[in-house]
């Protein structure tokens, strides 16, 4: 049989799996996946070489609308696959890492406690993490699960970059900037110098715009500023977060309008973003679709707080070279992009419109001198190289 690392990330809309062949983890052997959980979920379970499995259990899946149902019937789906191969490693997505994280590590039950103590920080996310976890152990006990963060990749940002303006005592127990989507920043760490060229090396932002958005200022491919922060809540308004926001507007709904804590922790998680400002939708495909303006205003304030953000990581950064889009909105939503663009146009960003319909990847004019760019994420296989790392240190 062949050995091979198993990659679960769940995301708060989607449940990805991925299966590779131990030595070969640039390619995929087995995709499955739900997305819109919750709204629209979709499903589909594809081989190697992208062809749906037929007939494909995709359907079973598909109408499933919650985290736990769509884990276990994508684990369930993939079983008879999977049978053919020696899972030896199953890489896990765990939003937050602390502190004590810039590198994947094996779970026993000490980390898998420390994780969970941190799902107040990351409650949309690190439940539903280790969810799976717990349930890929029960299906390949044999298996060394390993946590891969979101928060690792940023850890090479420079002090200024963490701290919050509060007494210095709150930094000393760790309320600092994380910064998330740290995976996907690594994935195009690595990518984009084959890709955009010289520039990767240079003033890079990517911004991830998915169901959770954020951009990452990025130099000589690290880390150097991002736009969420101590949680996954701050920064770009997102589907349903809120994004950054007045600290005096959650007082003032605390002390005068007398919301309770947990009235406010869902106004901003799942009540807010896209979806509150527009009142239609959290998938940017309705928006764009809508002819209602309140979905024209959401989608309008989305683009004017992503180009506003863009210009505050530029200052960071000195400047800017390149600029990256990605996820969901980021690989698909050609109008978004565009509008960004444009609004960057100050810095120097030009859009070739036609190769922007085109999803890129190059999606600025040759005079552009900030060249623009489209570049697919790839999280899981990111899981899988940090989950191989671990099992093959751990047998030396
Ligand atoms: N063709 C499309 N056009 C516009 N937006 C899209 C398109 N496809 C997906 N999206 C957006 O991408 C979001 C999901 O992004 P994704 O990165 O897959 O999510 P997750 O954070 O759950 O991994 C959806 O909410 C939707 O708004
Ligand atoms: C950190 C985060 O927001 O992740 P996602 O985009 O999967 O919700
Ligand atoms: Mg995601």
């Not at 169901?211 to 701050?234: E, N, P, Q, Y």
């Not at 890129?360 to 060249?371: F, K, L, N, Q």
Request: charged fraction near 20%; glycine fraction near 10%.
């Amino acid at each position: 049989m062949t050995d091979a690392v198993l990659v679960l990330n769940v995301g708060s809309s989607s449940v990805k799996l991925a299966l590779y062949a131990l030595d070969d983890v640039s390619a995929a052997r087995l995709r499955g996946r739900v997305t819109g959980i919750g709204t629209r979920p979709e499903a589909d379970i594809v081989d190697a070489d992208g062809v749906a499995l037929a007939p494909g259990p995709a359907a079973e899946l598909a109408p499933k609308s919650s985290h736990p149902a769509c884990l276990d019937a994508l684990l369930a789906a993939v079983a008879d696959d999977a049978a053919a191969y020696e899972v030896r490693a199953v890489g896990h997505r765990i939003v937050h890492g602390g502190r004590d994280h810039a590198e994947p590590v094996a779970i026993d039950d000490a980390v898998r406690d420390a994780l969970e103590a941190l799902t107040p920080l990351a409650p949309g996310h690190q439940p539903h993490n280790l969810a799976g976890v717990d349930a890929a152990r029960k299906r390949w006990p044999e298996a060394i699960p390993v946590a891969c963060f979101d928060t690792a990749f940023h850890r090479t940002q420079p002090r200024q970059a963490e701290l919050f303006a509060l007494p210095r005592a709150y930094a000393d127990r760790g309320v600092i900037r994380y910064g998330f989507h740290g995976l996907s920043y690594e994935h195009i760490a690595a990518v984009a110098p084959d890709i955009v060229g010289e520039a990767a090396r240079g003033r890079l932002i990517a911004a991830h715009l998915g169901h959770g958005a954020s951009l990452c200022a990025m130099r000589d491919g690290k880390s150097v500023a991002t736009t969420m922060g101590f949680t996954a809540l701050d920064g770009l308004p997102m589907a349903r977060r809120s994004g950054a926001i007045d600290p005096g507007v959650l007082l003032h709904l605390l002390q005068e309008d007398g919301m309770s804590p947990e009235a406010v922790a869902d106004l901003l998680h799942n009540r807010s973003g896209l979806y509150g400002l527009s009142g239609v939708s959290d998938d940017m495909r309705d928006l764009l679709a809508s002819d209602d303006p309140n979905a024209a205003e959401a989608v309008e304030h989305f683009c004017y707080r992503a180009a506003r953000e863009i210009g505050g990581l530029a200052a960071t950064l000195g400047g800017l070279d390149a600029l990256v889009f990605t996820a969901g909105i980021g690989e698909h939503a050609a109008p978004v992009r565009a509008r960004i663009v444009e609004l960057c146009g100050w810095l120097g960003a030009d859009l070739d419109p036609a190769a922007n319909a085109a999803d890129g990847p190059r999606i600025s004019t040759a005079d552009s001198t900030v060249s623009a760019w489209v570049i697919p994420t790839d999280e899981e296989s990111r899981i899988a190289r940090g989950a191989r790392t671990v099992l093959q240190a751990g047998r030396t």
